[in-house]
């Protein structure tokens, strides 16, 4: 018996040293956010031509439930975000820097514990008579400038102070 018991006590201290190690060498503790800036959507059918009426509903990650304010802070209840004549949506994200993180690390190498990455966020832009078009919100953020110098900018008035802001430029093709 007490063999038995000691073995078992060796399990349990190994287990223990290996789960301690694993969790020194994989623990990462993270950041992230949404980068502020001003998103210019352009809604075109597939010949090229603006959609005016079209509208951007953003979503929160795999639900039904929209996201109101943010990470899109004119995306708002009563206020949707719907492409003027020239077939164009403005969003808006006002916040940048660290909004989220979190904790990550692996259980003896292989068993994930904690979230690794941040929020998620599903877009999906309709309008009468064309199939919806669904995307991530990432999607929005993309460029081709590298750094904040190379991107346009505009400036907005954001909790009273005159702020400038990068221009992100999308645009979606419905009906295809």
């Known amino acids: 018996m007490k063999r038995i018991a000691r073995v078992i006590a060796t399990l ?3 287990a223990l040293g290996l789960g301690v190690l694993s969790y020194l060498t994989t623990g990462v503790t993270w950041d992230g956010g949404f980068p502020s800036g001003e998103i210019r959507i352009d809604v075109r059918d597939a010949a090229g031509q603006p959609v005016h009426g079209a509208k951007l509903a953003v979503y929160r990650g795999g639900t039904p ?3 109101d304010g943010y990470p899109i802070a004119n995306h708002t209840a009563g206020a949707e975000l719907i492409s003027d004549e020239a077939g164009r949506i403005v969003a ?3 916040r940048g820097g660290i909004q989220f993180g979190g904790h990550y690390w692996e259980l003896f190498w292989c068993i994930p514990i904690g979230r690794h990455t941040g929020p998620r ?3 999906e832009i309709t309008a009468p008579g064309y199939p919806p078009v669904a995307f991530g919100l990432r999607r929005l953020f993309e460029s081709p ?3 904040y110098e190379k991107f346009p900018k505009t400036r907005r008035v954001i909790n009273g ?3 400038e802001l990068k221009v992100f430029h999308q645009t979606f093709t419905l009906g295809r």
């Open 161 to 163: 102070k005159e702020e």
């Open 121 to 123: 966020f599903d877009c």
């Open 92 to 94: 808006v994200q006002e």
């Open 65 to 67: 439930q929209l996201a």
């Open 145 to 147: 400038h590298t750094g």
């Open 12 to 14: 349990t201290a190994v």
